[in-house]
């Protein structure tokens, strides 16, 4: 059974950095495709960025700040957080998939069929 496991989320000031981490665990092949994530309190859950066989994209509102990454050799995931928001309070996700369609298209939308349990990043101002 395959397990997402978030890591390095935590409480920082207005204009700070973090870096989360996703761990696999359970699968031996590298996932198609893996993503993040983030569902602040009373909003949806929205994607962050995703990174697959063609690299990396982002949501439009998180290019700049945020950079995702991926570790070949155990492919843990990677969000590198900075100049951070108030507004970007929120718990995190990691997901992953490792079908053909998400190789093919790799966006941090619908359909992960994996899921980390959350860390949570609160920004104050």
């Known amino acids: 059974q395959v397990h997402l496991m978030e890591s390095g989320g935590g409480s920082v000031q207005a204009g700070g950095s973090l870096r989360l981490s996703c761990a696999v665990a359970?699968?031996?092949?590298?996932?198609?495709?893996m993503g993040w994530f983030r569902q602040a309190p009373g909003k949806e859950r929205e994607g962050v960025a995703a990174?697959?066989?063609?690299?990396?994209n982002y949501a439009d509102s998180m290019k700049g700040r945020f950079t995702i990454s991926q570790d070949n050799a155990n492919y843990t995931l990677y969000l590198q957080l900075n100049s951070l928001k108030p507004e970007d309070t929120a718990m995190y996700y990691c997901?992953?998939?490792?079908?053909?369609?998400?190789?093919?298209?790799?966006?941090?939308?619908?359909?992960?069929?994996?899921w980390g349990q959350g860390t949570q990043v609160t920004v104050s101002s």
């Open positions: 997901a992953a998939d490792w079908r053909v369609a998400f190789l093919e298209a790799c966006r941090a939308g619908a359909g992960f069929s994996a």
């Open positions: 359970g699968y031996s092949y590298k996932p198609a495709c």
């Open positions: 990174i697959g066989r063609d690299g990396a």
